[in-house]
């Protein structure tokens, strides 16, 4: 009686490999961290706006950026977040400045909601819809999700989600900025920031999986490429096959 010969579980595909952790909602927007580091300079500006005046106000905003940018670089987390958070922060503080108003530190955000409102709506026009882009292109994916019509138009559904949240903010932000409410402003820009973000990008992630799920199931459809030996024996056989002529 022969034993059976033996298998190294390496070689089969897929055993013993661990399944690859996918990152969860809130850390794919920088954790309840990153929720804190994008609220702490708005609540730091508010306070002391209206404790100790504008100035005090400029200045602790700023202040609070940069403590924020060290403490990311100290604990080695991205620093892309780091640096765009500070010069947005910096950027606000100049527009308090030269207005000299508190709430002139939130016009930067409101309008710069627009244009990214009108970006997204334009790369759904232009059928080149950012979802899908920019996530294919993080991730070295290529194209072949925008060969795909019903993918493409999952992405369509994500990126007007995307522009609906920035079309939202603006609105709400600029009434409230009309209306001279800064503190009521300052609570909208934290409640619509990451929170409202968050509901968008769940239908990316919605359009991702089913774009995925599609492509996947098209290429296990396609036939597997013909080998080297494959294509040599078919034409052995094909030419054995070939009748021959006599002289």
């Known amino acids: 009686m022969t034993e059976p010969a ?12 661990e399944p690859e952790r996918q990152p969860t909602l809130l850390e794919q927007m920088g954790g309840l ?3 804190f580091y994008s609220a702490l300079p708005v609540i730091v500006f508010v306070l002391l706006n209206s404790f100790f005046g504008l100035t005090a106000a400029i200045w602790g905003s700023i202040g609070s950026a940069v403590a924020i940018t060290v403490l990311r670089i100290v604990r080695k987390e991205p620093l892309q977040p780091a640096i765009s958070g500070f010069f947005g922060v910096a ?7 030269r207005t000299g108003s508190a709430k002139g530190f939130f016009l930067f955000g409101i309008w710069a909601s627009l244009v990214y409102c009108g970006v997204f709506v334009l790369s759904v026009v232009v059928r080149w819809p950012l979802a899908g882009v920019v996530w294919n292109a993080l991730n070295g994916t290529g194209a072949a999700w925008h060969k795909d019509k019903p ?3 999952g992405y369509d559904i994500a990126t007007l989600a995307l522009a609906l949240v920035f079309a939202a903010r603006f609105v709400v932000q600029r009434w409230l900025y009309d209306s001279d409410y800064t503190g009521w402003l ?5 409640a619509m920031g990451y929170p409202l973000y968050a509901l ?3 239908v990316v992630v919605w359009a991702v999986r089913r774009s995925d799920k ?3 199931a098209h290429a296990e459809a396609e036939p597997a490429p013909e080998t080297d030996a494959e294509a040599e024996e078919r034409l052995r056989q094909k030419y054995a096959k070939a009748p ?4």
């Open 6 to 17: 033996h298998r190294d579980d390496q070689d089969v595909p897929g055993h013993g490999d």
């Open 33 to 35: 961290s990153g929720l």
């Open 91 to 97: 950027i606000a503080a100049f527009i308090a400045f």
């Open 151 to 153: 993918s493409r138009h």
């Open 186 to 190: 300052a609570f909208a820009k934290i």
């Open 200 to 202: 968008g990008l769940l």
């Open 214 to 216: 599609r492509l996947k």
């Open 244 to 247: 021959t002529t006599e002289a």
